[in-house]
């Protein structure tokens, strides 16, 4: 599986738009980039995933560099309920597992 | 809709007892899955199945056991339990292998302390 990094906590303000960055320079070109996020005592929960071209739900969107070696989760009003572990994801149609690394922890702020 | 549902919710062994955890989904899924979640690690899989009949071994499989005897049902088995087992444990399934397209569904989790 391909290597992440995220930070490993950001502070957003409420209704504001939050970026949630992700690094994966070794993604191969076949991997799919699956976000989720884990409310606190929650199991984890699906936000959205993408291959190449950007993304839209009614969660968030998703947005992908053109070289794929880098994403953004857009959230684009945070409310208080967005606060989790946000975990970004790159994984082959072939894994056996997602591969969850220690995410992002997003505070919002009232 | 249940999705998926977990029980126990919370559970206290003593070192060297058993117990089984339950998972059951009712959204017809072929792919379950158990993970565990250490204190502030992320989820590491112990076991999975693709299909009634079919089970095979994860990254942390040691001390467990699995059986898939029908779609909906997939309990994880700890067969003497050791306080290195002591975790959140969390259930998952999804239509097909959760890499590809297909969206996982969790449990809300077991929290299990063994002393």
């Known amino acids: 599986d391909a290597k992440t990094t995220q930070p490993n906590s950001m502070e957003s303000n409420e209704e504001e738009p939050v970026h949630l960055p992700c690094n994966h320079s070794?993604?191969?070109?076949?991997?799919?980039i699956h976000w989720y996020r884990q409310l606190p005592s929650q199991g984890p929960e699906y936000v959205i995933h993408?291959?190449?071209s950007n993304v839209n739900n009614r969660m968030a969107s998703l947005a992908i560099a053109e070289d794929r070696k880098s994403s953004t989760l857009i959230l684009h009003r945070a409310t208080l309920r967005d606060a989790a572990v946000y975990y970004c994801?790159?994984?082959?149609?072939?894994?056996?597992?997602?591969?969850f690394g220690s995410g992002t922890q997003l505070t919002v702020l009232p | 809709n249940a999705g998926v549902t977990q029980t126990p919710k919370f559970q206290v062994l003593k070192t060297g007892q058993s117990m089984t955890l339950q998972c059951a989904q009712d959204?017809?899924?072929?792919?379950m899955s158990w993970y565990r979640q250490d204190p502030g690690m992320g989820l590491r899989l112990i076991h999975y199945?693709?299909?009634?009949?079919?089970?095979d071994q994860g990254e942390v499989p040691n001390g467990y056991n699995v059986s898939r005897s029908t779609t909906e049902d997939f309990p994880l088995r700890l067969l003497s339990a050791a306080p290195s087992q002591t975790s959140v444990y969390f259930c998952?399934?999804?239509?097909?292998?959760?890499?590809?397209?297909?969206?996982?569904?969790f449990g809300q989790g077991t929290r299990l302390t063994v002393v």
């Open positions: 998952a399934s999804s239509y097909a292998q959760p890499g590809w397209v297909s969206e996982a569904f």
């Open positions: 070794t993604i191969s070109g076949t991997d799919y």
């Open positions: 993408g291959l190449t």
């Open positions: 994801i790159p994984s082959s149609g072939s894994a056996r597992q997602l591969t």
């Open positions: 959204m017809n899924h072929e792919y």
């Open positions: 199945s693709v299909g009634a009949g079919i089970t």
